[in-house]
């Protein structure tokens, strides 16, 4: 599986607005479920999930990224946006240090694996210092 197999080009944030976790998971939601055939109501209760997911542990594994995530009922498929903020996010990381890359997963309940075979590939990547890099530089929905 690649990053392109459930990344959504169409939901991706170029400059995050939001200057909080909770506002960021909830700007990301709006940008990805219109992409994805979720309804208002259904993409304010995944935001809700997502958060109190977050409340039970951060998703800030450090070096400016978070990865929250959330397996919901209302996601048909593994789906994923990315939002970038130039003046980073406090996530409560484990480094401390503010967030600059925001990658959102969502899948379905009924497949486990896939949600953390997913969550695997995109860690895998987010590692990477020149992948980071990049992320952090691109401005444009096309470069990220």
Wanted: charged fraction near 25%.
């Amino acid at each position: 599986m690649k990053l392109t197999d459930f990344f959504i080009q169409e939901a991706v944030i170029p400059e995050l607005t939001s200057s909080d976790r909770n506002g960021v998971i909830r700007e990301m939601m709006t940008a990805l479920a219109p992409h994805i055939g979720l309804s208002e109501e259904d993409a304010a209760a995944v935001a809700k999930s997502v958060i109190q997911r977050e409340n039970q542990g951060s998703t800030g594994f450090g070096k400016g990224v978070a990865g929250p995530h959330v397996k919901h009922p209302a996601s048909r498929r593994i789906t994923a946006a990315i939002g970038r903020s130039s003046t980073g996010v406090d996530f409560a990381a484990l480094d401390r240090a503010p967030v600059y890359i925001v990658v959102l997963l969502l899948s379905p309940p009924e497949n486990p694996d896939q949600h953390l075979a997913s969550m695997e590939n995109i860690f895998r990547h987010l590692q990477r210092d020149n992948f980071r890099r990049f992320l952090r530089q691109a401005s444009t929905k096309e470069e990220i």
